[in-house]
Structure formats: C-alpha cells, structure tokens
C-alpha cells in the first residue's frame, strides 16, 4: 500500500525543520562552548613572585 503524497510531503518537511533544528542548535551550543572555554580578558596574568607552600600548610583558593 503506497503512501499517499500529502503524508510523505509533510514527513519530509518536518525531516528537513528537525535537521535544520539540529544544525542551528549544534551550533549554538559550539558558540558557547567556546565562550566557556575562551574568557581572559587583558591578556595573561601571572603571580609575580611564587611563594612556596610549607608542608603541612592548607591552601584555600579563592577566585577574584
């Protein structure tokens, strides 16, 4: 029993929204990504002169 040409044109169209969903929100989320990944502004900053840690010392890291 073939399947009638009104039915296959809207599966086909719907096959085409769900592909291009897909390619549309790939790359949204590969745009974010790399935002997430890519956030140093003002170029690299590094300690100035590195004090060693003593044994037995707790080290507490605080972003800022």
């Known amino acids: ?3 009638p040409a009104k ?9 085409w929204l769900l592909l291009s969903l897909f390619i549309v929100l790939n790359i949204i989320a ?8 890519h956030f140093q502004n003002g170029g690299i900053r590094r300690t100035d ?9 707790v080290v507490i890291y605080r972003s800022g």
Do not use: D, E, H
């Not at 039915?7 to 096959?15: H, L, Q, T």
């Not at 590969?30 to 990944?37: D, E, G, L, M, R």
């Not at 002169?49 to 010392?57: D, L």
């Open 49 to 57: 002169t590195p004090k060693p840690i003593k044994k037995g010392t």
């Open 1 to 3: 029993m073939p399947i």
């Open 30 to 37: 590969a745009i974010q990504a790399w935002k997430f990944t």
């Open 7 to 15: 039915i296959m044109s809207i599966a086909r169209r719907a096959g």
